[in-house]
């Protein structure tokens, strides 16, 4: 009787099917003909039914579904290692929008995401999920790799690399469906940010774009405790039922992280069959958090495991991520048999497959589903000895003691991707000079950017151009007794403009003293009666040293920057990691003169014990720098000074 | 003018020293001669002075000193995978203990160690740190692999697999001591194994045996809540606390785990000077949480890291423990600023050194100090691209981005062990024979174990041989208002040993019905007034069915074990894994009677709203129980039935 003659077949190896059956064959065997799997089995029954054009002996292997990375945003592996452990604010507002906002265009998004795939192949992934910007990009990417890829387009209300507004990028992503959603390897998906960078309006028109061509929504969702505190206080209520009011799960939902959800939330995402795209390393790098993936799942939700980006992790490693996910669930929840091994490597095939809603396709060893497939050699040191007592074993060698380098082959779609651990689809020394072009960039780019203080601060104002503005000031110590009000008196001028403030100063100051010094000011006005007004936050770049010195300690002074702080003292100082920190705390009875048609700014400043005048005005020139030095001198002389 | 001749001269590498000044070179070099570092600067300026013999290329690689894993069981490699997501009890008591007190002999000892210093070698790792029996074949196997190790006999208070008492340990100790402390790579060390296994006698011998050598002692600490707990309730004090009171930190410590330290317990073991190895895998793997190391550094402790044994980890990959330590610190404690890369990777190398006590040996890239050094191959895809803008990026690429795989070459004490990922001292696959006769062995063993109820039950009862018991008895319902003394006088007979209790039974029941029943009950016994006098936990392996049936009910039955139950219900659960459990509470009275000179027991149950009477006596032959069963049958004619 002849055979049947197909593709590839796989034989000897330990066959992990992840089927519903959860079924093993320790000496298995997968035939396969185009980009399907046709048989599953024993090697003994497979080779006495199939002759194949390729044969590939898996022995010492185990044959598993390829691993599903449910979320990532793969092009930022050219930001890998660019900034860490930074907060998040730092990290994101400090340098990686400043970055993104720079360099990422079409050949980023490309040149990233192949650098990204090969990444992922080499590691035993098979199918990705993505969330960025010129998705299309990431497309051609992924179909160039050979790789299986849910690609969303980022929609986010503000302006991105790629678009000006959320309208720009809908359309985008419109064209973008249109053009992939009939390609064997890709399933483009609509990817609003997140809550917090959503409006309701834009949500609706996400929610109507997924529907109308039946793609997947991937969004984040609950990644810190903030964004829960915040969509609280603005509106009312957590963030799942604010999307669910707002429609969002008539879609089908791929929700990245979900750190921080209630119990009733996970319940509402269930009912939607909603998908989780829990990403632990990401997770605690970025401090925010563990999530309770063992109760999502024991509630019905399908919970795949994500690397998120590199600039984040800093590697797309699934087996960390996965052994990760198990020893969180254990560590944290006070249960060692919490996320045994068995549904620790289901996370990261079959149940990503649901996440993703693509279970139809991938994600498990199946007659009819496509061969998406990675071979694992298992029979190295590190993974040695194997017991067979217990078959199951062969799940916790998978999680807790098989490395990402231990994939041998991989195939997707019947394609082979890597063998003997060479890349197939790929020209990956060309690929690493292709991202290194990028990357010196960008490492110039910043090298600039850091090597100079306004710079650093312009990095994070982008939309504000500062002007220098040139002060010539004095400052002498009066009695402690003295009142604003006596002082103008006797100089027989007319205060206007006059109010009362305490000033909280903090002034970074770095090591090299021609970098200038930033201070970081609140401002609390108060009322006549004392009480507090209003408060608000201003940073400056103070010039290195004085300009030029007049007689009676009159001074020109150079402030290069001045505008209001975005963000907080905390944020300011990490960002730009002063040498040493001074702080100063003043209360300031404040008022304007004028004095020979000239307008001076008068500040009688308590300090601890100490009182001090300052007569200030800006100035633009030298003679008039001069003119203002001797009218200060004439004022300092009416106080006795 | 002619150069100085070295050894060994390792050129063009990125540099890591660890020095005190945290000194990097981006292309670096390293002279050695003999086994000590004679010179760490710039390629240039070394290639200028020193000749060598043999020259190494470090070019796209970073040189650092290797890695230190602070605290493992090395011959435990041998164990990896046996059995894994079990609680902390079922895991050493249903498996790592039997299996110990059967298998770990000299050969096991050595053999182990030899796989784990194959590991470890080929991922960067230079020194561990060891805790295990038979310690001079480890001292063996570590010689043989050329590594250096910090090797800890173990001392307990229970007998164990190398000792029949403490005493006879501390006597190998001495005699392993006195061998080795003047080994180039072996520092022996004294390992009582922990606070809740010693006792203050068994501490003082230890302290003084290690201070009598001036050898590190190395032990568990606080690895556990529950340690804690025990403490506080049996010595009214922490660990530390007690443990101090007793002496040990007169020793150079170096203590494993400390996950649940108070902040008072850190400052006396740093002003002690004890190290700290931190075992982050194993202790989320085991569920007992998240030790505070960053709050350790602050305090001024030395923090390393370590793996642990691999049958609890499961492998001895430090790339993976720095990663995960940085990971956890800035996840759990929120705070993305925590152990970052830099802090890590001296935790992993010097670190570890000055928490065993080793740092004039080993730990950094200096001139004098042993050549003890990783070379890591920086330039793979999972490490692309690399930016230069901060040049301590280095140690988040390292931390980050690289894996154990990515180390090139390895060399201890000036000797190469790896060159191109190919171990030089150690025959890998022969080793892989080695153990794996050694796992066949163990394997069977447990195949045959756990096929078994009564075997698996023997296995965590070792000192007990249960014999099989075999009972006559009658089971009737009777009305709910009867009561035993009524049933007893109305039989004419008198009634000796009455008690009343209350029974809460659990059946485990097996799918395999020839398997038997287990049976977990909870006795409470009551007083006259019905107040709690005493419990007691019995476990009892029933037939799997009725040996024989008699007229009227009575039956014959057979227990085939029966003793008083040592561990928790939950133990047996999950030691057993039942197919269905099943639960019966009763409140019984109890007496026993004489009947024509035959003892039976009477037990009056109330089960829900029913009442029943069951008539039993013990038996041992077919003749004795056909009689007894007549009897039965006349005593429950007596009552009517």
Redesign the interface.
């Known amino acids: 009787m002849s055979k049947e003659i197909v593709d590839i077949l796989l034989t000897n190896g330990y066959l992990v099917t992840m089927n519903s059956q959860m079924a093993l064959y320790p000496n298995g065997s997968v035939a396969i003909k185009d980009n399907v799997i046709v048989a599953v089995g024993a090697t003994a029954d497979l080779e006495a039914t199939y002759e194949a054009n390729t044969v590939i002996d898996c022995q010492n292997c185990i044959i598993s579904p390829g691993l599903i990375n449910a979320h990532t945003h793969a092009a930022m ?2 930001l ?3 900034a ?5 604010d730092v ?1 994101l507002y400090g340098y990686m929008m400043p970055v993104e906002r720079e360099f990422v265009d079409h050949g980023f998004c490309y040149t990233g995401s192949l ?1 990204a795939c ?2 992922m192949i ?2 035993g992934v098979t199918t990705f999920c993505d969330m960025y910007y010129n998705e299309a990009e990431v497309a051609r990417a992924t179909v160039k790799a050979g790789m299986r890829g849910v690609l969303g387009q980022t929609i986010l209300i503000f302006p991105s690399p790629d678009a000006t507004s959320y309208d720009e990028s809908l359309e985008y992503c419109r064209n973008f469906i249109k053009e992939w959603h009939h390609h064997p390897l890709i399933i483009p998906a609509v990817a609003p940010h997140a809550p917090y960078t959503s409006t309701p309006d834009m949500l609706e028109a996400c929610v109507a774009l997924a529907t109308e061509f039946d793609v997947p929504l991937h969004t984040h969702i609950a990644e810190t405790a903030l964004e829960q505190e915040n969509s609280t206080a603005q509106h009312g209520t957590t963030v799942v039922p604010w999307l669910e009011k707002n429609n969002l799960f008539k879609a089908k939902v791929i929700a990245a992280h979900c750190v921080h959800l209630e119990e009733s939330e996970m319940r509402t995402m269930q009912l939607a069959n909603a998908g989780v795209a829990h990403c632990p ?1 990401s ?8 999530a309770p993936i063992q109760k999502m799942i024991d509630l019905g939700l399908h919970v795949g495991i994500g690397t998120d980006g ?1 600039a984040s ?5 699934m087996f ?1 991520e996965t ?2 996910a ?3 669930q ?9 996320l ?2 068995k549904k620790a490597w289901a996370a990261a095939t079959i149940e990503g497959a649901r996440a993703l809603h693509i279970d139809q396709l991938t994600g498990s060893l199946e007659v009819g589903k496509r061969a998406d497939i990675a071979i694992i050699t298992a ?1 190295h ?10 078959a199951e ?1 062969v799940y ?2 998978l999680v ?2 098989t ?3 231990d994939v041998r082959d991989v195939l997707v779609d019947g394609k082979l991707l890597m063998r003997n651990r060479k890349l197939l689809t790929l020209d ?1 020394p060309r ?2 000079k292709d ?2 072009k ?2 010196k960039r ?2 110039a780019f ?2 600039a950017r ?1 090597g100079n203080i306004l710079s650093k601060l312009l990095a994070i104002t982008a939309d504000f151009v500062p002007q220098e503005t040139f002060e010539i000031q004095a400052k002498v110590e009066l009695p402690q007794t003295t009142s604003l009000a006596t002082i103008v008196a006797n100089l027989g001028l007319e205060m206007f403009r006059a109010s009362i403030r305490d000033q909280y100063d903090t002034y970074f100051i770095f090591a090299d003293k021609e970098a200038g010094r930033l201070r970081y000011r609140e401002d609390e006005i108060k009322n006549e009666h004392g009480e507090l007004k209003e408060t608000f936050y201003t940073m400056t770049l103070m010039g290195p040293a004085v300009e030029k010195d007049f007689a009676n300690s009159i001074v020109l002074t150079r402030a290069r920057y001045m505008a209001s702080a975005r963000h907080s003292l905390r944020f300011y100082r ?1 960002y730009f990691h002063p040498k040493t920190v001074q702080e100063i705390i003043k209360h300031r009875q404040r008022c304007h003169v004028r004095y020979h048609d000239t307008e001076f700014s008068l500040n009688l400043d308590q300090i601890a014990d100490k009182t001090y005048l300052e007569i200030k005005s800006r100035t633009w020139s030298a003679k008039d720098a001069t003119h203002k030095a001797e009218l200060i001198g004439e004022l300092l002389k009416g106080i006795g000074k």
Chains 1, 2 share one sequence.
């Open positions: 592996n050219l890998r290692g660019l860490d452990d930074l907060r998040l990290w650098l090969a990444e080499r590691s390393s997770n605690l790098k970025l401090a925010s958090g563990v590199a992790n800093n590697d797309l490693d960390e052994r990760l198990a020893f969180l254990k560590g944290i929840f006070h249960d060692p048999t919490m045994p091994a029979n040191t590190h993974q040695w000895p194997h017991f067979t007592r217990d074993g916790a060698r807790y003691a490395k990402a380098t990956e690929l690493l991202a290194e990028i990357s960008i490492d910043l090298t850091e990490e």
